[in-house]
């Protein structure tokens, strides 16, 4: 089936005194109906950024979308006009973000709120909008939804307010949602609540969604594909399995080494990875982890490595898998 979201060779860039940033440089995936996709990276690594250009709101100037194509329903999200786009966010494609105080308007009801955006994507009368609002809370699982809708954002918990987030993303039953970093601002079990509650919409409408996160732990348990980034270029894409049985990008190595593990004891868990992500405003020409790879041949810092394909859904950018490379490398990795 054709993707419903196709993403091919999309670069990003912000113009800043005396230069460019390259935030996006050359990123290439697609989205199919119905899919939880993460984009995993730590931050600076272009998530947000592309995430953000799926509904074109990269602030331009100084960003600018600068090659590439985002095509969705048949048309090319880059080409359209303001206005023409305007049909599509919101509608078609939804967002939410980490903090929904930074989106909800804490002067207005979060009733009116809703149901004006209901309103305001579809031609609906009032009471069939209020009808929609409280269906939505109690789709989020939010109890006694005719009263919430007559309350304000700050009487709210913080978990509350991002499944207020949630129905009001998916009142205008969107083909996309795109969250990014939904959770990070809860607590623990808020943001396993969140999730769960993520992947059951996800089943229950059929809506496709794109989860950016920093945190390949909230990965496992949601996600049905994984697209990891690093310095603005996307490093490894696979199944959730194929990642986390399989991975085969040093980067990608790093990110699980340092998740929490419950079979070590507490103080040998977390290793991050040492260095820091590479200068994007004069990005290196080879691989983007050269600096912090331990695995790192001359030729990485070099030559930006080619893809490989493990499996048909399984995607990875690394000199490493080149069949030149030392075996040393590679065995060392599978002996531990
Ligand atoms: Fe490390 Fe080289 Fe692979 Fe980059 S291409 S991740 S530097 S081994
Ligand atoms: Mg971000």
């Known amino acids: 089936t054709n993707p419903l979201l196709e993403v091919s060779d999309l670069h990003i860039s912000f113009q800043v005194d005396g230069g460019e940033v390259q935030a996006v440089r050359g990123v290439t995936f697609a989205l199919h109906k119905g899919e ?17 250009s799926l509904m074109r709101l990269i602030p331009d100037p100084p960003g600018r979308i600068k090659q590439g194509k985002i095509m969705f329903d048949g048309k090319d999200l880059t080409k359209l006009s303001e206005r023409e786009m305007f049909q599509i966010r919101g509608s078609k494609i ?41 269906e939505m809370l109690k789709l989020v699982g939010i109890p006694n939804p005719e009263k919430r809708l007559t309350q304000y954002p700050h009487e709210f ?72 980034m690093y310095g603005g270029r996307l490093v490894e894409t696979g199944g959730v399995e194929e990642i986390f049985a399989d991975a085969r990008h040093p ?3 790093g990110l699980l080494d340092s998740m929490p593990r419950l079979d070590l004891p507490r103080d040998r868990h977390l290793e991050p990875i040492p260095g820091s992500p590479p200068d994007l405003f004069s990005p290196p020409a080879g691989c983007p ?22 499996t048909s859904t399984h995607q990875v950018f690394c000199w490493l898998e080149d069949p030149a490379a030392p075996s040393v490398e590679r065995k060392k990795r599978i002996i531990g």
Request: aromatic share 4%; charged share 20%; proline share 5%.
């Open 157 to 228: 918990s913080g978990g509350m307010r991002q499944r207020v987030m949630i129905a009001m993303a998916l009142a205008c039953n969107p083909q996309v949602l795109i969250a990014d970093e939904p959770t990070t601002a809860l607590d623990v079990t808020i943001q396993a609540q969140i999730l769960e509650l993520m992947k059951k919409l996800q089943r229950e409408t059929d809506t496709a969604i794109i989860l950016i996160t920093h945190d390949l732990g909230v990965v496992a348990e949601t996600a049905d594909r994984v697209a990891v």
């Open 251 to 253: 980067y990608t190595w």
């Open 36 to 52: 939880m996709l993460a984009v995993v990276g730590e931050s600076g690594s272009g998530k947000s950024v592309t995430a953000l």
């Open 94 to 134: 939804a967002m939410i973000f980490q903090d929904p105080m930074t989106s909800l308007n804490p002067t207005m009801t979060v009733g009116r709120q809703i149901i004006e955006g209901i309103r305001w994507h579809q031609q609906t009368g009032v009471t069939e909008a209020k009808e929609k609002a409280v």
């Open 289 to 310: 982890f050269a600096d912090r790879c331990p695995h790192a041949m001359n030729i990485c810092h070099e030559e930006m490595p080619p893809v490989t394909q493990i």
